[in-house]
């Protein structure tokens, strides 16, 4: 589901490290049957690979993506760096007084970045952009982020996404797909 910032992550990821992919959204008020087969409860996100191996849990696909596919590792190869990193998701709340570098892994975009993004990119979707006016560290990640390749490219329009959660706040089916362009009759 384009909109859910769990399915984002795992897309950020996907984007950021060139891996090809087909993404297959899920009505999350309609889920069809056979998604079960692929997450017990009916969550995303869900990966399948070449194998028909299923991983969920945003973090842990994303940490597989990282892991498997070539490319610049968005993970830490220092075991300390690394746990450090998933140290500080689970301290999302405390981290902007922990951090003091321009990313919150480092010196450059690594997954940490990518694993808070989903929320920070909905701050003004939800009316609640100016909470971080007072943080100006805070601000220049957020504008840097937007210029990341994977970030820019997954930019979800303001006005989109508002479409989508007055569709979904009226439990319409058809909020999940908005904004999406028909497919062409051929």
């Known amino acids: 589901m384009r909109f859910c910032p769990y ?10 490290k060139g891996i090809r992919h087909e993404v297959v959204n899920i009505n999350l008020k309609n889920k069809p049957e056979w998604y079960y087969t ?13 194998q028909c191996q299923l991983i969920y849990e945003s973090v842990i696909a994303c940490e597989y993506l990282d892991d498997v596919y070539p490319g610049r590792k968005l993970f830490p190869y220092d075991p300390y760096e690394r746990a450090r990193q998933k140290m500080l998701l689970e301290l999302f709340c405390k981290i902007l007084e922990y951090q003091n570098t321009p990313f919150f892994g480092g010196d450059c975009i690594s997954m940490i970045d990518y694993l808070f993004w989903p929320w ?10 100016d909470c971080v ?16 390749p994977a970030v820019s490219a ?19 089916p058809t909020a999940f797909d908005f904004g999406l362009t028909p497919p062409a009759i051929r």
């Open 7 to 16: 399915s984002h992550r795992a897309r950020l990821v996907l984007k950021a």
């Open 133 to 148: 006016s007072h943080t100006p560290m805070l601000r220049l990640w957020i504008a840097t982020m937007k210029q990341d």
């Open 38 to 50: 692929k997450h017990p409860f009916g969550q995303i996100p869900v990966l399948e690979n070449s």
């Open 154 to 172: 997954l930019l979800i329009d303001k006005n989109t996404f508002l479409g989508f959660l007055n569709l979904y706040f009226q439990n319409n």
């Open 120 to 129: 920070f990119e909905r701050l003004d979707v939800y009316g609640l952009a």
